[in-house]
């Protein structure tokens, strides 16, 4: 692979880096990559957002008024030079979702940085990257302007045909009432003439308004950015640390994430690149986690993940199997009520995931732990917290971890309901792709079990969440989103990086990886020891945990 054109770099580069401000008890490094592609198209580089100039920045960056705008060419070198000279180098990438607004990424970021330098004391060895690809916010202000201006860019923008339509449906609709409620006139025929006017115009326009909304809510435009601007820039950004960074030949750069909702998009399709299925080793059965000259995967974790079921199912439909096996560890933090995944993300995929069956088109980050037997079992019993698919033997002296995908289904409601068995057909001869990943079902989980309500949900211990019980949520919801400070509200979908526990998980996995985890739970001691103890934690905090068997091998005694 050719070293980058240095002044290809200065001229036409496809983000900024920035670094975050240190103190005294920084010992790893972080810095905030930006991607360059603006919001909308026409937006000129004078007229799109500048990160040096916000407050925000000045708050959180190392930026001066001399040079408010770092060369990402100098400070990829920067990162090279530590990365080269440290022991055992290693980069965690965060990337954000869906509607991220640019503050809401730096205080994420910041969030993480400030964590892993208070409770990670291992100097010289990480590297922290968080990144910004970009992403509009339906209401608050951005590039795009506020509300009022994004509703007026979408009905400007509407194509000439549907203008059309829009204005003689409304029209039409609108006389056709107004001659049926005022004039009384009418004979039988007219009024029939009228009526299928109303109700014909009354219709088109009703579709047009539906795609007005669509376009409002940035669903797929952020869509479109993600596969467009986010997934590409970083992989150039990736590449040029590849070709960058001098390391002997036996030592490797960790390369490991946490992605959270679209984010997880994101990362998925970047893997896949990094991975290249032209590449002879990805196509193996147990291919290595080397990838490039430098880098080599280490652990993935997807947080409320917004990518289709079907990533970690069998089949020819899949396009994660390959690259996933070449990550040391993967995670999956899930909950049956994410309220964005289950109604928004789906409503809005439901008009362009190609599957036959409303279950197939629910999100990963909805999958949840198996309470029922089977799609017609109506009666569903108490869930068992814990680590779920571990198998004890012999009076605890031996245990193993069954495969994970015999506990996983998908939940809409105590009458829909369909385990991974029964959704597509599957064989224990191979390794399955959900059998890659840990998971940790949120959805009843509380740090103090004393309190009455969850941390991602209304934690109602129930077999499902039904009708009834997501009206409720939905209000604890919205009690969150207009007051965050509010002891009876939830966030469904970022909560997870609220909880103690949730969010020691989420980093410490990234950073530490399992057995790093434990320790800093103070488990030690033989494997069956650690998982028993760590299955109690999860108990304490009613998590539902399938152990990946690759985390543990499976154990029997001699």
Known sequence: ???????????????????????????????????????????????????????????FFQLNDREAEPSAQNIIEKIAKSLSSSPEPEIIINIHGYSSTP??????????????????????????????????NPIKTDESGNFRQKLMNS?????TLLAIN?????????????????????????VHFFTAMLILFGIISSIIFTLIILRISTYFRDTYRASNYG????????????????????????LSFISHSMGCFVVTDVIRILSDVFDVKSINKKPDSDIGNVFRLGRLVLVAADIPVESILPGRANFLRSSL??????????????????FTSTAANYFSFPARTRISGYRLGNITVKHFNNKNDLVGYTPRYGVVNLQIQDSDKGYR?????????????????????????ISEKSVQPADLFTYFDCTDYKDDPQKQIGIVSDAIQKPAINLGNYIFLTWA??????????????????????????????????????????????IEGEESEQIHAFSQKCQSKQIQVILAPQIYQEKTPD
């Not at 200065?10 to 900024?16: C, T």
């Open 1 to 59: 692979m050719n070293s980058p054109d240095k002044k290809n770099l200065a001229d036409n580069q496809p983000y900024k880096i920035y670094e975050f401000k240190k103190t005294n008890q920084s010992n790893i490094s972080g810095y905030l990559v930006v991607s360059t592609a603006k919001l909308n198209v026409e937006t000129s580089e004078d007229n799109s957002n500048s990160y040096s100039s916000s407050v925000a920045n000045r708050k």
């Open 103 to 136: 503050s809401d990424t730096e205080t994420g970021c910041q969030k993480i940085y400030e964590y892993v330098n208070t409770h990670i004391q291992q100097p010289n060895k990480y590297i922290f990257i968080g990144y910004r690809w970009p992403s509009e």
């Open 155 to 159: 009905l400007s923008s509407l194509p």
């Open 166 to 190: 829009l204005v003689l449906g409304l029209t039409i609709s609108i006389w056709s009432a107004i001659i049926l409620l005022f004039l009384n006139i009418l004979s039988n025929s007219a």
């Open 231 to 254: 997934v590409t820039d970083l992989v150039e950004l990736l590449r040029q640390l590849d070709c960058t960074v001098k390391l002997p030949p036996n030592k490797r750069i960790k």
């Open 325 to 342: 096996r070449r990550c040391e560890e993967a995670y999956i933090f899930c909950n049956e009520g994410d309220l964005a995944l289950r």
């Open 401 to 425: 971890l069954d495969n994970p995908y015999k506990y996983l289904e998908i939940r809409s409601s105590n009458r829909e309901h369909r385990r991974l068995e029964e959704i597509t057909k």
């Open 477 to 522: 919801f919205i009690r969150k989103s207009i007051n965050n400070r509010d002891a009876q509200g939830v966030d469904t979908h970022t909560g997870y990086f609220e909880g103690d526990f949730s969010q020691k998980a989420i980093y410490e996995l990234a950073f530490l990886g399992f057995q790093g985890f434990l320790r800093s739970l103070s």
